[in-house]
DNA sequence: GCGCTTGCTTTTGTGTACACTTTGTGCACA
DNA sequence: TGTGCACAAAGTGTACACAAAAGCAAGCGC
């Protein structure tokens, strides 16, 4: 069965979106995509609704379809909801997994070493993506797996600034994600729910600070007037 | 600005999928429904795209939309699941609510007594489906919103036994249940999020014995055998 | 100079024809 | 009687044309 170019068009956007290819609250020209894909714009619009459903971008009437928008007030969110969900799918997973799917993650994660190896940023953001999508199938439950994928988009999308490490401290931090993932492996395989959630909650404490310096530069320095100037000091 | 036929499509194809007048694993037939609403078959393609990105139904390539099943390996999963979304969302709901928000809360509970008081079991479902929706709006977050609703699909339908009473028993049930929506209201006002859940997780334990029986029917009494022929007794 | 209206352009929404896929039926043949 | 094939019927997928709405810009009055 030959892949359809409408699936292809759908896995493409799709992929742009979470690579920021398509920044985010970005336009969507029907006429433009349609002639891009080679489809017609009825099949396009199909695509639109699906990517719609799934949260990757919002359409308004009369007014086309913008890439979803990732604003500051939906982080605070974000990091809110994201430790608890991927605790319980973690969870569930270690007690439902099958042995096939610890081979996807095993594989998985080897993309994602090897990305991060070669410092290719889009690439591991989409490894760490299909990791993280493997245990959400792993968990078998598709009410928590609808909360999941929508995390995943915002997730990838900011996971782009984790990787694009700059110093020695970044790249020790990425270092122990990854490792972090090879415990997760090891845990999920054993079947140990408890071991699982404890390390999904590491894994969060650890990106979070770095993350969130994608939404929130980092803060000027406070002393610099003191040092040079005394007299506006706080 | 008037009701598009469309978005009447919508909502109506919902309220028929979440009170079984569509029945589970049901076929939706294009030409049937375009006729029957009086939009041609592209917009109602659309309506059909969008009510599967929200899990109301499931596509098929080349084999059209089914209503979403509810099968018992998913019940098993929905009870697993619900109380621990719900009383999360809860807490958020007590942490975000305005007044004008609790105030359609206060409006839809009136709405769920009234239907219970006349026996009007789909406008009860409804009216509770409402209710939990409304609670999901308070908590501010379109992660868990997406799960929720999910939820409330299945909720809704399976609801439908619960609120169709049979004895006192079950009468007294739904006056407990209600009583449980008022004091979820007043915690949430109060903005009492630890209270908020454990009268979630209380509101769970009275409806899922009551909901189960939907799925699995009462069992055959274990000892008509014995009773009758003592050779066949186990 | 400013704001409003009006008509033009661009983009989205809908209807319809037609192509393709699936499924059911009848017939030939073993 | 059972199996396989061909054809017919029904239903879904795609393309395109036209209708409707929104955005834009020039012209007009104040």
Chains 1, 2 share one sequence.
């Not at 349609?34 to 990517?51: D, F, H, K």
């Not at 090897?114 to 410092?119: C, D, L, P, S, T």
Request: glycine share 4%; charged share 25%.
């Amino acid at each position: 069965m030959q892949k359809s170019s409408k699936d292809h068009c759908f896995e493409d956007l799709k992929r742009r979106i979470l690579t920021t290819d398509l920044p985010p609250g970005g336009d969507l020209d029907e006429a433009t995509l349609s002639a891009l894909y080679g489809i017609s714009r009825t099949p396009l619009r199909e695509v639109l609704q699906r990517l719609a459903g799934e949260g990757f971008v919002r359409l308004e009437t009369n007014r086309g379809a913008k890439v979803a928008s990732m604003n500051l007030i939906a982080m605070r969110t974000f990091f809110q909801t994201a430790p608890m969900v991927y605790a319980n799918i973690g969870r569930l997973a270690a007690e439902n997994r099958t042995t096939e799917q610890i081979e996807d993650l095993t594989a998985t994660q080897r993309d994602l070493t090897a990305a991060i190896r070669r410092g290719d940023v889009t690439a591991a953001a989409l490894s760490n993506h299909a990791f993280h999508h493997v245990i959400g199938q792993m968990a078998h439950n598709p009410y928590l797996m609808a909360c999941l994928e929508r995390l995943l988009i915002d997730h990838t999308r900011l996971s782009q600034t984790f990787y694009r490490a700059t110093g020695a401290e970044d790249q020790a931090r990425i270092g122990t994600a990854a490792s972090q993932h090879d415990a997760l492996i090891a845990a999920i395989s054993a079947a140990e729910p408890d071991r699982v959630i404890a390390l999904t909650l590491q894994h969060w404490d650890l990106s979070r600070d770095r993350m969130e310096r994608f939404v929130r530069p980092d803060p000027l320095p406070v002393d610099v007037i003191s040092q040079k100037d005394p007299h506006h000091a706080l």
